[in-house]
Each structure stands twice: as C-alpha cells, then as structure tokens.
C-alpha cells in the first residue's frame, strides 16, 4: 500500500530570487530518497520552470508594489514516488491546452522559449495542469525514483 | 568563480558563465552581454557554459535572444561546454536551426 513517508508545504513570495530557493529546498527535502543524479537534476529543472512561470506570468496584472506568492507542497511516498504541487492565485491561463504547446508563449518573444511545460513534461513521470482565469494555476507533477538498488547499477 | 566574465578574444566576444542559469540570472548575464555586444569588430559571441552545474529554458530564452541581436550584426553565437541535461534541454529546444548559431 502508497502511504506517505514525509511531507512539506512552502509559501514563498512570487520574486525570481527564489526560483533557485525552491531548487534547494527541494533537494534537500528528497535527499532521503537518495535519488541519483539524473533524478535530482529532472526534478530540479522541473520545478525550475513552473516556479518561473508563476513568477513571471501568474502575477504580471497584479499593481506594483504588491506581490504575489507561490505554494509549493511535496509528498515523499514509500514506493520512492514523489509528487508536487505548484500553484498560485494569479491570473491563470486562458487556454491550458494551447499553452502546453512547445514554443508557446505570451511572455517576451525573444527572451522567453516557451518550454516550461514540454521541459516539466519532458523530465518528470506525470504532469497535470489546472486553471481558472482569475483564480490561478496548480501544476502538479510525478516522479518515480528508482529503487537504490536499480539507482547504482 | 564569478557569475558571468566576458572578455575578447581577437573577434570573439567570450562570455564565460560560473552560476546555475534561471530566469533571475538570465538578467544579469544578457545584461552583462548586451552591453558588450554591439562593440566594433565581433565576428562571434562565444557563450562557455563548461562550468554551469544548472540550466532551466531561461538559458534557451537567452541564447535566443543574443542570437537575434547578435544577427542584425552578422555575428555568430556559439554555445560550447555543454553537459549533461544542459544538452538535453538545448537539443529539445531545436535552437540549432536558427541559422547564427552554433552548438558545439
């Protein structure tokens, strides 16, 4: 039976110097997991992009001077499952469907590639979007480790 | 290390990166770049990513983007020192195909 070995819940406010908090934190937190590598950095690039895409898209209509925040909650699971959840209450996306597209992107054309969510897709086991415009955005993602003995062959 | 050197090199302009790539440090290295890209006489922009341990789709944004300035100039961009998930994510993103930039 899945039963849930450790757990952690974060708010952080929605600034880009906490893109990299969120790494540290995350690896720290699955550190016991004793993921290899590979799994660490798929799980820190992972989180990388949909903590980036609440802080530069989630908040942009909010008035300056105000800022948003980001809610990070992790599940360590006994079958080496890990699952996380990143939302916010921003301003949500529009059309989930278009924005999971490669290469799309509302933000600055020439600065922004549009991969957040192939690179989420890409580097974890399952990802599942939700939003509702106005409301915000929950991005929850899957990743199964390897069992340690698998991790060092 | 410092997070981002840039130096020249005949008629290379070399920025050499020493920290993780995010969208917060993407700023400050584009910044650092711009300011040097547009001096007389760059045939290359060299982007040295051999010592960045990290790298999320901001360093593709900013690739893109020094790619775009750096071609208004006819200068080349060349990413070297590419490891690992860095690869990975470069090759996923099929920034090759713009057509002054180069992936070592």
Redesign the interface.
């Known amino acids: 039976m899945r039963t849930i070995i450790n757990e952690m819940k974060l708010r952080l406010p929605a600034i880009s110097v906490n893109e990299s908090v969120c790494r540290s934190v995350i690896s720290a937190f699955l550190a016991e997991l004793d993921p290899t590598v590979e799994e660490l950095g798929d799980v820190r690039l992972a989180v990388s992009e949909a903590v980036t895409n609440c802080i530069v898209h989630a908040y942009r209509d909010i008035p300056s001077g105000e800022c948003g925040n980001i809610y990070i909650s992790v599940r360590l699971y006994n079958t080496r499952e890990v699952s996380i959840e990143i939302s916010d209450n921003g301003c949500g996306i529009e059309n989930v469907e278009e924005a999971m597209k490669p290469m799309f992107t509302t933000g600055d054309g020439t600065e922004r590639c549009g991969m957040g969510f192939l690179v989420m897709e890409s580097f974890t086991d399952a990802l599942n979007v939700k939003s509702k415009r106005g409301k915000g955005t929950t991005v929850l993602m899957r990743k199964f480790l390897k069992s340690s003995a698998e991790g060092e062959k | 290390m410092k997070d981002c050197e840039i130096k020249r090199e005949g008629d290379a302009l070399v920025a050499m990166v020493g920290c ?1 790539i ?6 400050v290295i ?1 910044e650092m770049i711009d300011g040097k890209l547009a001096d007389q006489g760059i045939a290359c922009l060299r982007l040295d990513f051999s010592a960045v341990t ?1 790298m ?3 360093g ?3 690739i ?2 020094r790619a ?1 300035k750096a071609e208004k100039n006819g200068t080349v961009v060349e990413v070297t020192g590419l490891k ?2 860095l690869r990975r ?1 470069v090759r ?2 099929g920034i090759e195909k713009i057509p002054n930039v180069r992936i070592k």
């Open positions: 993780e995010d969208h917060h440090t993407a700023r584009r990290f999320d789709s901001s593709i944004g900013l893109i983007g775009a690992g998930s994510l996923m993103s």
